[in-house]
């Protein structure tokens, strides 16, 4: 080896379950960047890397470094620029490539960033293989000379490529006319969704599109963009009211993630865009396998039901609902996050693919969202997730264990611990990514039934 091709030893803290994410400058860097390249080129022998960028400040900074790190350790890359994390998927599996990797911290603080990183096909890494050994050569810095030095290129030509293959999920035919909201936050999606609806435009969609934050803007003036966080939803529900929209749709920074708001304004938790979306597909499909997460399950599972499909459970995170997804040949899965995963997109997860299958079935349907769900949300009710800071997390949960588990009928640790009843059922987790603690609870049509019961929890975990 030549002293450029060995580093010294680097505690490095930003590995987390399945992918990159730590505060600038303590637990990522430039360096640490360099690093990741190097590694991730030399473990998989990528020769060929797909890399995008989100909008935020440190990003493009990160992303040079990492691209050094890959064309140091012999790959060549296409440099996508400013591109979301679906982008990277999408040119990943269709162009060929070995591998890609994002450099975004989607919706984290300002002073985090991040990567994401797939393999051939836009696969996800094993977090106890590929990915751990990447992380283990980062952190010892004992890279192998290549062969050759690779070399990158600008491949922002495949955003074309993308948008059509976005627009072909739909029959563009049968939409109606529809005036849709669309809040970007000022993160990655505007530019992207501009290619789509220009495509929509060139196919003769009658769809009319309300844009707000949508110029990519790294100082985030009007917050990190994170539609999931109640004190974000009131500009969308607004703005969705003030335009007389038909729908609004919202992405959070590096758009992987879509939320949707009905014409009056309501946010749209997550659980139920799934059962609906999953609803969409086995009308055309049926029979199809489904994949959901084990937070809040009893609408969709039922839903999942009723349209004649097969559900399909998989552990919370996206590298383990697409490999249960690759095993099973799914057609969709969801999470009540508001991460939605298609066989047809690589198995991976889109923020743009949901809005055009809502809207789609909202034309054909000739209906509104908000009566399309009604029923279905007083039929399940549910807490949405609440998140616990606590000193002694295993304890806490351990309390509430103890306490609920001698009356459950059904129990499951696929992702945390899941105890089902006659009438509701909880679910309660440690984050895979952030020192919290979350808890869901939900019900057959009782409301105060859910309220009771989180109330009994929260008091049990605090202690």
């Not at 491949?155 to 005036?179: C, K």
């Not at 729908?247 to 949707?260: M, T």
């Not at 009566?371 to 949405?384: H, Q, Y």
């Not at 609440?386 to 001698?406: G, K, Q, T, Y």
Request: hydrophobic fraction near 45%.
């Amino acid at each position: 080896m030549t002293a450029q091709d060995q580093m010294p030893a680097r505690q490095i803290d930003c590995f987390k379950a399945y992918d990159v994410r730590g505060r600038l400058g303590s637990a990522l860097d430039e360096d640490v960047a360099y690093r990741i390249g190097r590694a991730f080129a030399q473990v998989l022998g990528a020769r060929d890397v797909i890399v995008g960028r989100d909008s935020r400040e440190t990003s493009p900074g990160l992303a040079a470094a990492l691209i050094r790190g890959l064309t140091d350790a012999g790959a060549d890359v296409r440099d996508l620029g400013l591109a979301g994390t679906e982008e990277m998927y999408f040119a990943t599996a269709r162009f060929g490539a070995d591998g890609g990797i994002e450099v975004t911290a989607s919706h984290n603080p300002i002073d985090y960033n991040g990567m994401k990183l797939v393999g051939r096909d836009a696969a996800p890494l094993d977090p106890e293989g590929d990915f751990a050994d990447i992380a283990a050569l980062a952190r010892s810095g004992r890279f192998a000379a290549p062969a050759r030095r690779g070399a990158a290129r600008a491949f922002s030509q495949a955003r074309e490529t993308y948008a059509g293959a976005m627009v072909d999920f739909i029959d563009v035919a049968a939409l109606r006319p529809m005036t849709v909201l669309v809040n970007a936050g000022n993160g990655t999606a505007g530019p992207t969704f501009d290619a789509i609806a220009a495509e929509l435009e060139r196919r003769g969609a009658p769809l009319r599109f309300i844009r707000i934050n949508h110029q990519p803007d790294a100082a985030f003036p009007n917050g990190i963009p994170n539609p999931l966080l109640p004190e974000n939803q009131p500009m969308t529900a607004h703005a969705v009211r003030a335009h007389g929209a038909d729908l609004g749709v919202a992405w959070d920074g590096d758009f992987d993630r879509c939320f949707f708001f009905d014409a009056r304004g309501n946010f749209i938790p997550g659980e139920y865009i799934v059962g609906l979306l999953a609803t969409a597909f086995l009308e055309k499909h049926p029979g199809e396998k489904i994949v959901h997460d084990p937070r809040v399950v009893m609408n969709t599972r039922d839903m999942i039901a009723r349209a004649g499909g097969q559900a399909v459970q998989a552990r919370t995170g996206h590298a383990f609902v697409k490999r249960v997804m690759r095993e099973t040949g799914a057609i969709y899965g969801g999470e009540m996050s508001a991460h939605h995963y298609f066989r047809d997109f690589h198995f991976a997860d889109s923020g743009m693919v949901p809005w055009l299958l809502m809207v789609e079935l909202l034309s054909r349907r000739q209906t509104s969202l908000t009566d399309l769900l009604a029923e279905r949300m007083r039929a399940f009710p549910s807490s949405g997730e609440i998140n616990f800071l606590l000193d002694d997390p295993e304890a806490a949960i351990s309390r509430v264990v103890a306490h609920f588990a001698p009356q459950a009928s059904r129990r499951d640790e696929t992702d945390g611990i899941s105890l089902e009843f006659q009438d509701w059922r909880f679910n309660l987790r440690r984050s895979n990514t952030e020192p919290v603690v979350r808890l869901n609870v939900e019900s057959r049509g009782d409301p105060g039934l859910v309220a009771t019961r989180r109330a009994e929890i929260e008091a049990l975990l605090k202690g």
